[in-house]
T-cell receptor
Framework: GENVEQHPSTLSVQEGDSAVIKCTYSDSASNYFPWYKQELGKRPQLIIDIRSNVGEKKDQRIAVTLNKTAKHFSLHITETQPEDSAVYFCAASRNEKLTFGTGTRLTIIP | EAQVTQNPRYLITVTGKKLTVTCSQNMNHEYMSWYRQDPGLGLRQIYYSMNVEVTDKGDVPEGYKVSRKEKRNFPLILESPSPNQTSLYFC????????????FGDGTRLSIL
């Protein structure tokens, strides 16, 4: 089955700096790659997603890049703000199953 | 308001006592899924359903059952709960298929003593 590895597990950045979280996946047939943000005690919420026919997608301060050849995708957050502090999960999907990474705890230092 | 509703939100119970966690969505979504979240392990898929009467195993189905008799409901059943099923459980739904944004419920924290 699919295996998704996510790095780093924790990340601290100064407010205003950029944050990058990376994921690799094992199944070359995976074709949908969402990113979820989970604030403390809350449910995961989708922040951005990308499909395999696209190399990059951007939404304001958030961007995702996908390298199908290398089987990795990354989340980029620019101009970080305190409200970006949360746990972020990447995921990869093929057919009916969705496999998540183990999460990155992002802390924004004021 | 479009939402996925789980009940109960919290439950402490004992080994072997059957329990059901209900999940209901009001968005007419076809795809529904259950996940468990454990520290350091992320979210792992337990079971999913593509439509009414269609269910299949995810990555960690052992010890769990599900049913999908109606489109809006997807209960998770623990026939004989054990302490290793202590976890935070999330139900989620999406419009048509797996490759659509998942809408998560607020979670159910289960403690099995």
């Amino acid at each position: 089955g699919e295996n998704v590895e996510q790095h780093p597990s924790t990340l601290s950045v100064q407010e205003g700096d950029s944050a990058v979280i990376k994921c690799t996946y094992s199944d070359s047939a995976s074709n949908y790659f969402p990113w979820y943000k989970q604030e403390l005690g809350k449910r995961p919420q989708l922040i951005i997603d990308i499909r395999s026919n696209v190399g990059e997608k951007k939404d304001q301060r958030i961007a995702v890049t996908l390298n199908k050849t290398a089987k990795h995708f990354s989340l980029h957050i620019t101009e970080t703000q305190p409200e970006d502090s949360a746990v972020y999960f990447c995921a990869a999907s093929r057919n009916e199953k969705l496999t998540f990474g183990t999460g990155t705890r992002l802390t924004i230092i004021p | 308001e479009a939402q996925v509703t789980q009940n109960p939100r919290y439950l402490i119970t004992v080994t072997g006592k059957k329990l059901t966690v209900t999940c209901s969505q009001n968005m007419n979504h076809e795809y529904m899924s259950w996940y468990r979240q454990d520290p350091g392990l992320g979210l792992r898929q337990i079971y999913y359903s593509m439509n009414v009467e269609v269910t299949d195993k995810g990555d960690v189905p052992e010890g769990y059952k599900v049913s999908r008799k109606e489109k809006r409901n997807f209960p998770l059943i623990l026939e004989s709960p054990s302490p290793n099923q202590t976890s935070l459980y999330f139900c989620a739904s999406s419009l048509e298929a797996f490759n659509q944004p998942q809408h998560f419920g607020d979670g159910t924290r289960l403690s099995i003593l």
